[in-house]
């Protein structure tokens, strides 16, 4: 199952637990790497140059959920201007006791 990938108007958001932030992405990538060795034969490097890059899965670090990504929009990305709408939040706290 593929798993879609964000833009840069929308985010990952896992379908289980709403988790938006922390995800375990498995990637497999294709590489050329500038290896520059030292005169001690240490090498380190300098440039590398993606050729392709697939995300495999991603699985989700609060309910370890794997593949239950959805895309949503990002904060502010789907608003085209400032409208002045305010939107009142109410709190959601029905602190009654139960039994
Ligand atoms: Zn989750």
Do not use: Q
């Not at 709403?18 to 380190?44: I, K």
């Not at 440039?47 to 670090?61: D, F, H």
């Not at 609060?62 to 709190?91: H, K, M, Q, T």
């Amino acid at each position: 199952m593929p798993v879609p990938l964000p833009t840069a108007t929308t985010r990952w958001r896992c379908t289980l637990c709403g988790n938006l932030t922390r995800f375990d992405v498995t990637r497999s990538s294709r590489v050329v790497e500038y290896v520059h060795l030292d005169l001690a034969g240490e090498p380190s490097v300098e440039e590398t140059e993606v050729l392709a890059e697939t995300v495999e899965s991603v699985r989700c670090r609060w309910c370890n959920a794997v593949d239950r990504i959805e895309l949503v929009d990002r904060p502010g990305a789907a608003a085209d201007g400032d409208d002045g709408n305010s939107s009142a939040e109410s709190a959601a706290g029905g602190g009654s006791a139960s039994g």
